[in-house]
């Protein structure tokens, strides 16, 4: 049994409701995870992450919560402790007291987004298609902004970059350790996204790689 935690706190994406989805796709798949979800009902809720203890892998889709003391210092522990982590979209920004995350735990660099409205093309990286992570997954195209990422940790590997007609083009899905453990991020995650079971695929591999099961 892989004990999957789920945090949900980016209320401009409807993490919540995305999330759940997500946790429905994995029970209809039948595979042997228990998900809990934590639940922010806004950037000053408490909520208590003490259940990480007891955490296989975490599954982070915060946006800039302003959670402080002994909540952040779990999630901080967690972390710390070289933890598998799969995080969505505004984790790279998930704790407004804690922003180092993205570039000391993810490996990313966070520069805001480009505009909204054009379709982003995602395509593999051809030479790491044979990433666990990339099993069965094929280009897709992504319904949100291009997310920012101009100068990442030179220890990632990348997996998926995507482009807009416009001729931006960002890393938008990638792998690192830390600490020994298995980190995976996404920029995806709009809320059309987890309407892509090829994206629900890909978080679904991500978890399985990230605890260890692939």
Known sequence: MLKVCMISGSFEYGSEESLSNFKDHLKKHQLDIEVTMIVYESEDDEQSLQILESTDVMVLFTRRLNT?????????????LGKPIVGVRTASHAYQHYLEFDRDVL?????????????????IKK???DHP??????????YG??????????????LMTAST?????EPVAWTRIH???????TSLGHQQDFSVDHF????????????GWK
Do not use: M
């Open 68 to 80: 402080k003391g002994k909540e952040l210092e779990r999630f901080k522990s967690y972390c710390s």
């Open 179 to 185: 600490n020994g453990g298995r980190i995976f991020y």
């Open 107 to 123: 490996g990313g660099s966070y520069a805001g987004h480009f505009g909204h409205g054009p379709i982003a093309h995602v395509q």
């Open 200 to 211: 629900l695929t890909l978080l679904t591999n991500a978890i399985l790689w990230a605890g």
């Open 133 to 142: 992570v990339l099993e069965g997954i094929p280009d897709f195209d992504s």
């Open 145 to 158: 902004s291009l997310y920012k990422n101009p100068s990442n940790a030179t220890d990632i590997i990348t």
């Open 165 to 169: 007609s416009e001729g931006n083009r």
């Open 127 to 129: 030479e790491n298609a």
